[in-house]
């Protein structure tokens, strides 16, 4: 195996051992045998197992998608490659992105043949997450998901742009012999075109993110020119909530704006920072950034500027703050998270953070709640003297709900040893959760003496 598999961020762990096997369990709880475990490691974005050389998916031996693992760590790129378009290009995960081998990072595009990608475009998309393309082929140029695979469908309309000379400047922002132009895409790719920006000056033109840009005199929205005369001070202010959506929000002495339009005549004191989600500050105040449709406010917040944030709540050292409410809760001295930011213990209450209520307390017995299960979905089960406790966001309704199902009660007692596998140290059974939302617990058979899970699905043990 090559030593360049270990620095892949893709591989999660990574276990040896002579006397030990691998095995792989099915959500029915059917075990298989995979053999001794020999340089065993997961590719955590295919539910892909390597042992011994052999490559496994969901349980069975795939060697063709192993070819296409092992190309993806021979190229200088991060991705599992799926499907070849040519010995330079391939499409890949994560979905919607594409793996370039002779990849020439300074340029916004790859050219191959007469063919120019062009990437990043997407608006209120997270940085380095982008999944749309621009594929300019024959002099005719398609917006897609894929660069292997467009159509008329999604012809976009170019009007005059130079095709022998066009580049992308950055973003949805392009120039070509004739001068710059905004792309805007609208959902049916047909409606998707290049608008040219009148007057803009080339050699002073800056793209600021997806659809904020400026030159010397003015501040662009687009290929719209808007009415600021603090062009120098104009600032952006990205806001999150919920990820991967983005707001962006622009600001100056002139006002605050929203997609190009002002939305408020007042200045932010200074300099602007954004410090949770839609909440930001500037030097005297906090603010709440909401968008009701079809109106837009921006609202105060009463939190104080030297707030600290964590995930859905701002500290202050005594407070902890729900800002969507705008209500605090005092902090005792044995406040305690009892998961990654949802859940909290504070003095003999319990809470939970819910994006649609905020901070509501739990009416559950604190001496004995303690959370079971989490996972990185923030799928939760919990339980106390009076039962067991299901959250799992929208389906129970931002809080959590009853579990009836006896078998739940296996857990009892039980240790958790990774994600969903448990063991009893009193009967030396191990029981993995096969169906979360029913609280269907069932006992693993056929492994004894787990040493290691990789996945959930793939398990090391005798």
């Known amino acids: 195996m090559k030593k360049g598999y270990i620095f892949l961020a893709f591989i999660v762990c990574i276990w040896s051992s002579l006397s030990e096997n691998v095995y792989y369990v099915g959500k029915d709880g059917t075990v298989l045998n995979l053999g001794k475990s020999e340089s065993t ?58 793996a370039v081998r002779t990849y020439d990072t300074d340029n916004p595009y790859v050219i191959l043949k007469n063919l120019k990608i062009f990437g990043g475009l997407d608006e209120n998309i997270i940085p380095g997450k982008y999944s749309g393309y621009l594929i300019l082929k024959n002099e005719k140029m398609y917006h897609t998901d894929s660069p292997d695979s467009f159509s008329e469908e999604e012809r976009v309309n170019i009007g005059n742009i130079d095709t022998a ?82 707001f962006v929000i622009g600001y100056s002495k002139d006002g605050i704006y929203y997609k190009g339009k002002k939305i408020s005549s007042t200045a932010l004191q200074g300099k602007a920072e954004v410090i949770g989600k839609t909440i930001f500050k500037d030097e005297n105040q906090t603010y709440i950034f909401r968008e009701y449709e079809p109106e837009i406010k921006i609202e105060k917040r009463n939190i104080p500027v030297n707030a600290k944030y964590t995930e859905w709540i701002l500290d202050d050292e005594s407070y902890y703050y729900d800002p969507y409410l705008d209500v605090k809760t ?59 406790y299901l959250y799992s966001g929208d389906t129970t309704g931002w809080q959590f709900s009853e579990i009836k199902n006896e078998k739940i009660k296996l857990l009892d007692s039980t240790e958790n040893i990774s994600g969903n596998l448990f063991y ?6 191990y029981y993995f959760i096969s169906d979360m939302y029913n609280g269907e617990v069932t006992e693993l058979t056929g492994i004894k003496n787990v040493s290691g899970v990789l996945l959930d699905s793939y398990i090391i043990g005798e």
């Open 165 to 246: 000379s066009i580049k992308q400047i950055g973003n949805n922002y392009f120039k070509d012999k004739n001068g710059i132009y905004s792309y805007v895409y609208e959902y049916f790719s047909a409606q998707s075109k290049f608008l040219k920006i009148k007057g803009a000056d080339e050699k002073t033109f800056q793209v600021l993110d997806e659809n904020y840009a400026r030159d010397r005199k003015n501040i662009y929205y687009k290929n719209k020119a808007l009415k600021i005369k603090d062009t120098e001070g104009f600032r952006l202010l990205k806001l999150w909530n919920p990820e991967p959506e983005v």
């Open 41 to 98: 490691h997961a590719v955590k974005e295919r539910n892909m197992l390597e042992n011994g050389g052999k490559f496994y998916i969901n349980g069975k031996e795939n060697a063709a998608e192993g070819e296409k693992y092992k190309a993806a760590v021979m190229s200088s790129t991060m991705y599992i490659l799926k499907e070849k378009i040519s010995d330079e290009v391939w499409t890949s995960e994560p979905e919607g992105s594409y």
């Open 424 to 429: 009893n140290s009193a009967v030396k059974k």
């Open 330 to 388: 005092a902090k005792s001295e044995d406040f305690e998270w009892l998961d990654n930011g949802n859940l909290f213990r504070n003095g003999k209450k319990i809470y939970l953070i819910s994006p649609i209520y905020g901070i509501t307390e739990q009416k559950y017995d604190s001496d004995t709640f303690r959370l079971i299960y989490n996972d990185r979905y923030n799928n939760k089960i919990a339980s106390d003297k009076n039962g067991y």
